[in-house]
């Protein structure tokens, strides 16, 4: 642990298991399994798009987006895109761009976009002085030709409102910052109960195209 920071926790996966104990938080969190054959085989046939993400690890490296349609399969890494007639031709792909690290499946969303380009948010909450408290909260623009939306992959930032109202509409703005914050709040004592010692957190929020929010990840080293 380091006393700045506060406890650390690399695995996605725990944290995301903590957080589907609450039904409301649970609501928000998009479908996830760890990566084997037969889970990618379900979780394409029933969403027909799901993003790859290794278990540990920031800054969108690693992360990969597979698509299903008219028999074949689709999948995009960094700017690249192949696509395969077999999922054992898929699996080869993503297992060389894996090289042996565990990953997660997780139930692609259709984010809302501006200007074509995918946007997500991400919400900083830190304690100091035993009190959490907001830090940030930011839209980013995801870098033409990309689905990362990371700012270390070029993604452009933005203020909360601005993505919000470019993406959706200006009567949104409130309602799904607040929604946000509660997802936050409600999360955030959920983890800490959990894992004691949390002191920092930075939530990657997905708003998709019908307006709906989705918690992509939740980080405990926000960059």
């Known amino acids: 642990m380091n006393g700045s920071l506060g406890r650390q926790l690399a695995s996605k996966w725990i944290k995301t298991n903590a957080l589907l104990a609450n039904p409301y938080v649970a609501r928000h969190i998009p479908p996830s399994r760890l990566f084997n054959r037969e889970n990618l ?18 800054g969108g490296h690693g992360l990969m987006k597979v698509t ?51 946007i997500d948010y991400r919400v900083k909450y830190v304690k100091a002085g035993g009190t959490w408290a907001y830090r940030s909260m930011v839209g980013r623009i995801a870098r033409r030709g990309l689905f990362v939306t990371n700012l270390c992959r070029g993604g452009t930032m ?11 509409s200006q009567r949104a703005v409130g309602r799904k910052k607040q929604e946000m914050r509660n997802l936050t709040k409600i999360s955030t004592s959920l983890l800490e109960s959990r894992f004691p010692g ?4 930075g939530f990657d929020y997905g708003i998709d195209r019908r307006g709906h929010v989705w918690m992509l990840e939740v980080n405990t080293r926000p960059q």
């Open 68 to 118: 299903a349609g008219g028999g074949r399969y689709s999948l995009k890494h960094k700017s690249q895109t192949r696509s395969f007639g077999s999922l054992s031709g898929l699996i080869r792909a993503v297992d060389a761009t894996r090289r042996g690290r565990p990953y997660l499946i997780q139930k692609g969303i259709h984010l809302a976009t501006v200007s074509g380009r995918p």
């Open 41 to 58: 085989r379900r979780m394409v046939a029933i969403h027909g798009m799901v993003v790859l993400k290794p278990v540990r690890g920031a």
């Open 198 to 201: 949390i002191g920092q957190l």
């Open 158 to 168: 933005v203020t909360a409102a601005q993505g919000i109202r470019r993406s959706l």
